[in-house]
C-alpha cells in the first residue's frame, strides 16, 4: 500500500459527496498547478494547522524512504532542501511559500489513481 495513502484517506474521511469531489479536482488534468500544489501541501500538514514544518516534512519523508534512509540521511536532506530554497529548519512554510517552492520547480504533477 502506499505510504501516504493513509493521509489522503485521513482527509477525506467525513467529506460529503461534494467536498470529497472538490478534492479529487486536483487530480484532473484541467486543475492548475497551483490546486495540485495545494493538495500535497495539505498532505504534508499532518497536523492539520495550515503550517508545514520541518517535522513535518521528516514525517512524509519517513514514510516514503521507510527503513532506506537513516534519520540522520533524512534530516541532512531536508536541511539541504530548506536551505537551497531559502529557509531553516525552524520555519513554518505556509501555502504561499510551499506554492512558490514548488511552482517554479519544474516537478511533474502528474499522478495515477489505479482503479483495479
Known amino acids: 500500500m502506499?505510504?501516504?495513502?493513509?493521509?489522503?484517506?485521513?482527509?477525506?474521511?467525513?467529506?460529503?459527496?461534494?467536498?470529497?469531489?472538490?478534492?479529487l479536482s486536483a487530480f484532473s488534468a484541467k486543475a492548475t498547478v497551483p490546486q495540485k500544489i495545494e493538495v500535497i501541501f495539505k498532505v504534508y500538514d499532518s497536523d492539520c494547522n495550515g503550517k508545514v514544518t520541518f517535522n513535518d516534512l521528516i514525517e512524509v519523508l519517513l514514510d516514503l524512504t521507510g527503513s532506506f534512509m537513516s534519520d540522520k540521511q533524512?534530516?541532512?536532506?531536508?536541511?539541504?532542501?530548506?536551505r537551497e530554497?531559502?529557509?531553516?529548519?525552524?520555519?513554518?512554510?505556509?501555502?504561499?511559500?510551499f506554492i512558490k517552492i514548488l511552482h517554479h520547480s519544474g516537478l511533474k504533477m502528474e499522478v495515477e489513481i489505479p482503479v483495479d
Open 85 to 97: 530554497a531559502g529557509y531553516t529548519r525552524e520555519s513554518s512554510l505556509l501555502l504561499d511559500d
Open 2 to 23: 502506499n505510504p501516504l495513502s493513509q493521509r489522503l484517506l485521513k482527509m477525506v474521511d467525513g467529506l460529503n459527496f461534494k467536498d470529497f469531489v472538490a478534492f
Open 74 to 82: 533524512r534530516e541532512e536532506v531536508l536541511s539541504q532542501l530548506m
